[in-house]
């Protein structure tokens, strides 16, 4: 069994790389903020980032089968639910569930 100073080095010493590794990008972003590009991305991707989602969870849907329309009726639930409450958690939950629901029941087969 090793030493107790080794245990308590090796701890230390994980610690240490940990905080930094996760401190390391908050400090290399700092003397960004100010930056008329990081403040363009952070208005703009996160439109960009769902719309790549989309497309990527959609790219192979069979249109002309009866099983898309599970997908795109919760898409529907999901976009109007947003478009109406403007509550993230609230769209993802009511979208999810009529997946889940649809496919599991009336797409089953």
Do not use: K
Not at 15 to 38: H, Q
């Amino acid at each position: 069994m090793p030493d107790i100073p080794y245990l308590v080095a090796a701890v230390a010493l994980s610690a240490t790389v940990t905080w930094g590794l996760r401190a390391l990008p908050f400090a290399a972003l700092a003397p960004l903020r100010a930056s008329r590009t990081v403040q363009y991305l952070s208005r703009g991707m996160p439109a960009g980032v769902m719309v790549i989602l989309l497309v990527y969870c959609l790219r192979d849907l069979p249109l002309t089968e009866p099983r898309a329309l599970a997908p795109l009726a919760a898409l529907a639930v999901t976009v109007g639910l947003h478009l109406w409450r403007r509550n993230a958690l609230l769209s993802i939950l009511g979208g999810t569930t009529v997946h889940v629901v649809l496919a599991s029941t009336v797409f089953a087969h």
